[in-house]
């Protein structure tokens, strides 16, 4: 089974950044795809990013787009995820997640390895 595991979350005042990152491990594959979600409270798990390591073709969600952006490390099999401009919605549980490609990207039915989240706080 696929590991992934997240790291760099924390608290941050609105306007600020962070950079969240995705480790995986455990695959056999030679391109996978990771995508990133957030999960608030009440609310539904939100597909907001993805990269494919083929061709490091990226999509973003219309909430995120200009703000965020997501990038690999080849030879770490690292995903990033850059949060710039950041804004009190953006509070939430992120996590990322591991699959073929990102053709259904936010659809969460349409990934199977998920890492255990990293909490991300805007608040002033």
């Known amino acids: 089974q696929v590991q992934l595991v997240e790291s760099g979350g924390g608290l941050v005042h609105p306007g600020g950044s962070l950079r969240l990152s995705c480790v995986a491990s455990r695959f056999t594959v030679a391109y996978y795809a990771i995508a990133w979600f957030r999960q608030a409270p009440g609310k539904e798990r939100e597909g907001i990013s993805c990269?494919?390591?083929?061709?490091?073709?990226?999509h973003y969600a219309d909430s995120v787009k200009g703000r965020f952006t997501i990038s690999k490390h080849n030879t770490r099999n690292t995903v990033y995820l850059q949060m710039d401009s950041l804004k009190p919605e953006d509070t939430a549980i992120y996590y990322c997640a591991f699959g073929s490609d990102c053709r259904y990207y936010s659809n969460r039915y349409w990934w199977i390895d998920w890492g255990q989240g990293t909490q991300v706080t805007v608040s002033s």
């Open positions: 990269i494919n390591t083929r061709d490091s073709n990226t």
